[in-house]
C-alpha cells in the first residue's frame, strides 16, 4: 500500500509540474504518466485489475469529483444561464441520440445493432468529464460565461447521458416499450426527484454547518452532504419501500451531488460576499478615524479584532474549497492509474477502424449541436450570445471520462457487442483526451488576446 502511495503521489507530483511549466493540463499529463509507469515498471501495483472494480472504483470517487466542480458553480450564474444549460445538457444529447439513430446503419452496418444498442453506445460517448475541461480552463484567461458554459454543461451532460443511458437504452434492450408518455414521465421524475433530494441534503448540511466553527469540520459535512445525496439518490427505491412503495425507482446520483454542493456552497459564497462587504466598511471606518486629529484607540482595536475574525471565517471557506480539490485531484490521480492498467492495447488496436469512425462521428455530431446553440443564443435576448470562438471551444469542450466506463458495467455479460462497446468507448475517451485537450490549448492559445478582451469587457459590464 505504501508503494501504490508513493506511485500515486510521484504522478500527480509529476502532472502538476508540468501542468505548472508547460501547461500541459493535468488529465491529460495523469493518463500519459499513468501509462508510462504501468509500462514501464513491470512489477507496478495494481490499484485494479478489471472493468468491474474501476467501475466501483469510479462511483466511489465520483462524488468528491462532482463536489470540487460543483463548488465554481454559483446559483446565481444558474439562473442566469438555464436555459443555455438546459439546451447544452438536455437538448442537445437528446438531439444527438436523434442524430446518431438516424447514421448507425451506415456507421455501423456490419454489427446490425438494435435501436437499444445504438442508444446506450451514444449515450456512453456523449457523457462528458468536468475535471479535464476545468483544468484545461483554469490555465487561460477566458470569459466567465464561456466557462460557465462549458463546466456547467460538462456537469450536467452526465447526468442526462447517464438518464438516457439507464432509463432508455438498458431499458429497452431488457423488452422495455419505449414510448414518448415513458421519456416524459420518467424523465421529469429522474430530474425533479434528483433535484429534491439533492436540495434536501444540501440543507441538512447546512444546519450542521451551523453547529461548528472548525475547518475541517465544515469540509467533512460538505464531503457528506454530497456522498449522502449521491448514496440516497441510486437507492432511493429503498425508501420507497420503507413506506410500502414496492418500487425498483432510483435517481441520478450526479445530479443530486451536484444541486447537494451547490446549495451548501451558495450559503458559504454568501458569507465571503457579507465579509468581503463587512471588511470593506471597516476599512472606510479606519480611513475617517485615521483623519481625525484625535483617533480613538478604542474604537480602531475594536475593528482591527473585526477584520481579523472576519478573515479567518472568509479563509476557513476558502481553504475548505481547496482542501476539496485536493482530495479531488489525488481521486483522480487514483482513477487514471486505474485506467491504465485495465486497458488492453491489443483489443483496442483490433477495433481501430470503430474506433476512429465512432470519434469522428461524435466530433461531427457535438460541433453540429454548439452551431446550433450558437444559432439559437444569437437570436433571442434570454440567452448569452455564442461567437465563432465560444462555438469552437464549446465543440471541444467534450472530453470523456471515467463515467462511460461505469456505464459499460451496467451492461449485461452475455450482449453479444459487449467486447466491441469496451473497445469503441474506452478509445473514444482515449482519443479525446489528448486530441480535444491538444487543440483546445493550441485553440486558446491563438486567440487569447481576444478571449482576454472580452473578459475585460464581461467585467466592465458587470
Do not use: C
Not at 485615521?290 to 471557506?317: C, D, Y
Not at 487514483?334 to 492495447?345: G, H, K, R, S, V
Amino acid at each position: 500500500m505504501i508503494i501504490t502511495f508513493i506511485m500515486v503521489a510521484s504522478i500527480l507530483f509529476l502532472a502538476l509540474q508540468l501542468e505548472e511549466k508547460f501547461k500541459v493540463p493535468s488529465p491529460l499529463g495523469l493518463i500519459a504518466l499513468s501509462f508510462v509507469a504501468h509500462y514501464a515498471i513491470k512489477q507496478a501495483p495494481v490499484i485494479t485489475g478489471d472493468a468491474e472494480s474501476f467501475a466501483k472504483l469510479v462511483i466511489f470517487l465520483l462524488p468528491v469529483l462532482l463536489i470540487s466542480d460543483s463548488l465554481e458553480l454559483k446559483l446565481r450564474d444558474l439562473k442566469t444561464h438555464g436555459l443555455s444549460l438546459l439546451y447544452l445538457s438536455i437538448v442537445a444529447v437528446s438531439l444527438s441520440i436523434i442524430m446518431a439513430l438516424s447514421i448507425s446503419d451506415w456507421l455501423f452496418a456490419d454489427y446490425h445493432l438494435s435501436n437499444a444498442a445504438v442508444v446506450m453506445l451514444f449515450a456512453m460517448v456523449l457523457a462528458t468529464d468536468p475535471v479535464s475541461v476545468v483544468s484545461i480552463f483554469s490555465k487561460f484567461e477566458l470569459p466567465h460565461q464561456l466557462k460557465m458554459l462549458a463546466e456547467g454543461e460538462s456537469l450536467f451532460n452526465d447526468a442526462t447521458a447517464l438518464i438516457v443511458f439507464v432509463f432508455i437504452g438498458l431499458f429497452a434492450l431488457k423488452g422495455g416499450e419505449i414510448t414518448t408518455t415513458y421519456v416524459a414521465e420518467i424523465s421529469v421524475a429522474v430530474i425533479f426527484g434528483s433535484i429534491l433530494v439533492g436540495v434536501g441534503i444540501g440543507f441538512i448540511g447546512l444546519m450542521l454547518m451551523k453547529t461548528t466553527e472548525n475547518r475541517i469540520a465544515e469540509m467533512m459535512i460538505l464531503i457528506l452532504a454530497g456522498y449522502g445525496a449521491f448514496e440516497v439518490a441510486e437507492h432511493f427505491y429503498v425508501l420507497l419501500n420503507l413506506f410500502g412503495g414496492h418500487s425498483h425507482m432510483h435517481l441520478s446520483g450526479i445530479l443530486a451531488v451536484i444541486f447537494a454542493t451547490i446549495t451548501v456552497n451558495h450559503i458559504m459564497n454568501k458569507h465571503i460576499e457579507q465579509d468581503d462587504e463587512q471588511i470593506n466598511d471597516d476599512e472606510a471606518t479606519l480611513r475617517v478615524e485615521a483623519m481625525k486629529v484625535k483617533t480613538s484607540a478604542g474604537i480602531i482595536g475594536t475593528i482591527l479584532a473585526r477584520v481579523k475574525a472576519t478573515l479567518e471565517e472568509k479563509n476557513r471557506h476558502l481553504r475548505n474549497k481547496e482542501d476539496v480539490q485536493l482530495l479531488a485531484m489525488v481521486a483522480n490521480t487514483i482513477l487514471f492509474i486505474a485506467m491504465a492498467e485495465m486497458i488492453d492495447l491489443d483489443l483496442l488496436w483490433s477495433y481501430r477502424f470503430e474506433i476512429l469512425i465512432m470519434f469522428l462521428a461524435t466530433t461531427i455530431i457535438r460541433a453540429a449541436m454548439m452551431t446550433l446553440f450558437a444559432w439559437i443564443t444569437n437570436r433571442t435576448h434570454k440567452m448569452v450570445d455564442v461567437n465563432r470562438r465560444w462555438t469552437t471551444v464549446l465543440s471541444f469542450a467534450g472530453i470523456k471520462g471515467g463515467l462511460s466506463i461505469v456505464m459499460l458495467t451496467m451492461i449485461p455479460a452475455d450482449f453479444e457487442h459487449i467486447e466491441t462497446f469496451k473497445a469503441i468507448v474506452i478509445g473514444v475517451i482515449m482519443l479525446s483526451t489528448f486530441v480535444y485537450a491538444g487543440v483546445l490549448i493550441w485553440y486558446i492559445s491563438k486567440h487569447q488576446t481576444a478571449f482576454s478582451l472580452e473578459l475585460k469587457a464581461e467585467g466592465e459590464h458587470h
